[in-house]
C-alpha cells in the first residue's frame, strides 16, 4: 500500500514564525506535490517537485517555499507565517508513469495566531 | 487550462436513497478523470478514475461514475447511500506533469 506521512496532523504557530511541514512517501515516486485546502475553495497547488532539487510553482506559491533534498522527502516552508496562512495543507505523490492519479497523506491543520 | 465545475457545495440524501454528485470538466485533450472522498480530518482517498477504457468506472464502497464526453460530465453515483458516505467528495481532471486541478467539492450528507 503507497504510504504518505506528514510530520504533524496540528500545529499552532504565531505570525512571523518560520513554519517547515515535511511529507515523505514510501513508493519511490518522482512526483510529489504541497496542497492547501480552504472550504469552498477546494484544493489549490502550492509547489510541486517532479525529481530530487527540482521544483516549479503551482497557483499559489506566494509566501512559500519549498525543499526536495531526497527522492522521498518533500518539505513546505512558510518563511514567515502570517494568519492568512492558517488552512489545511496536504502532501501528495504521484508516479512518472500510469494514469495521474495522486495518492495523499493525512494533512495537517496549521492555525497561525 | 483544465477546469472542473463541481454543481452543489451540499448534497443531502436520506439512508438507502440514491446518491449522485455532480462534477463537469473542461479539458482540450481527452482526460483522466478522478473521484476522491474526504472523511473528516483526514487526508483524499482515490474513489475511482476514468482513463478511456471503460466510460462506466466501478469504484470503491459501491460508487460508479459515467464519463459523458458529449456532455463534458463524470457524475459519480451510488444505487442506495449508507450512514458512512458521509464525507466530503472531489472531482479531478489531470494536467500535464501528472498535476491534478481539483473541483471544489461536494459535501453529502446522510441522514437515517
Known amino acids: 500500500d503507497v504510504k504518505v506521512t506528514q510530520s504533524s496532523r496540528y500545529l499552532v504557530k504565531r505570525t512571523g514564525e518560520k513554519v517547515f511541514l515535511e511529507c515523505v512517501q514510501d513508493?519511490?515516486?518522482?512526483?510529489m506535490f504541497w496542497y492547501r485546502q480552504d472550504p469552498g475553495l477546494g484544493l489549490r497547488l502550492i509547489y510541486f517537485?517532479?525529481?530530487?532539487?527540482?521544483?516549479e510553482k503551482g497557483d499559489i506559491p506566494e509566501g512559500y517555499s519549498v525543499s526536495r533534498e531526497k527522492k522521498e522527502r518533500f518539505s513546505l516552508i512558510l518563511e514567515s507565517a502570517s494568519t492568512n496562512q492558517t488552512s489545511m495543507y496536504l502532501c501528495?505523490?504521484?508516479?512518472?508513469?500510469?494514469?495521474?492519479?495522486?495518492?495523499f497523506g493525512p494533512g495537517t491543520r496549521l492555525t497561525v495566531l | 487550462a483544465q477546469s472542473v465545475t463541481q454543481l452543489g457545495s451540499h448534497v443531502s440524501v436520506s439512508e438507502g436513497a440514491l446518491v449522485l454528485l455532480r462534477c463537469n470538466y473542461s479539458?482540450?485533450?481527452?482526460?483522466?478523470l478522478f473521484w476522491y472522498v474526504q472523511y473528516p480530518n483526514q487526508g483524499l482517498q482515490l474513489l475511482l478514475k476514468?482513463?478511456?477504457?471503460?466510460?462506466l468506472v466501478k469504484g470503491i464502497n459501491g460508487f460508479e461514475a459515467e464519463f459523458k464526453k458529449s456532455e463534458t460530465s463524470f457524475h459519480l453515483t451510488k444505487p442506495s447511500a449508507h450512514m458512512s458516505d458521509a464525507a466530503e467528495y472531489f472531482c479531478?481532471?489531470?494536467?500535464?506533469?501528472?498535476?491534478?486541478?481539483f473541483g471544489t467539492g461536494t459535501r453529502l450528507l446522510v441522514s437515517p
Open positions: 479531478a481532471v489531470s494536467e500535464g506533469f501528472q498535476k491534478l486541478v
Open positions: 476514468y482513463t478511456s477504457a471503460a466510460t
Open positions: 517537485s517532479y525529481d530530487v532539487k527540482m521544483k
Open positions: 501528495a505523490e504521484a508516479g512518472a508513469g500510469g494514469f495521474h492519479e495522486q495518492f
Open positions: 513508493m519511490d515516486h518522482e512526483n
Open positions: 479539458s482540450s485533450v481527452p482526460p483522466y
